[in-house]
């Protein structure tokens, strides 16, 4: 299984970035998918998570309204859209996959595959 993630660099606050997470290896459609993010510095968190449907999200509170999980399937593709980027949005953002059902997606030890990362700086 392979993910692979792309999309980020470098933004002033206020703008807006989208992330892609092309998946390969697996029946992409069967898993739930899921972005963390890790700052310099600090432990990795969740950020935004979508079941196997697409009919579930789930967002952090730091970024809810802000960021926007979706994906496609027939391109085996996730996306998270990022609007109203801040400073402490500075992270290496991860997409990851997940075999689990139900729940909120948020844990990441539910997830088995891991993308690259993604590095997002957002200048003040």
């Known amino acids: 299984v392979q993910l692979q993630a792309f999309g980020g660099g470098l933004v002033q606050a206020g703008g807006s970035l989208r992330l892609s997470c092309a998946a390969s290896?697996?029946?992409?459609?069967?898993?739930?998918m899921g972005w963390f993010r890790q700052a310099p510095g600090k432990e990795r968190e969740f950020v935004a998570a979508?079941?196997?449907?697409?009919?579930?999200?789930y967002h952090a509170d730091s970024v809810k309204g802000r960021f926007t999980v979706s994906r496609d399937n027939a391109k085996n593709t996730v996306y998270l859209q990022m609007n109203s980027l801040k400073s402490e949005d500075t992270a290496v953002y991860y997409c990851?996959?997940?075999?689990?059902?139900?729940?909120?997606?948020?844990?990441?030890?539910?997830?088995?595959?891991w993308g690259q990362g993604t590095l997002v700086t957002v200048s003040s």
């Open positions: 290896g697996r029946t992409f459609s069967r898993y739930g």
């Open positions: 979508i079941s196997w449907s697409g009919g579930r999200t």
């Open positions: 990851a996959s997940t075999p689990v059902y139900g729940g909120a997606l948020t844990k990441a030890t539910d997830y088995d595959y």
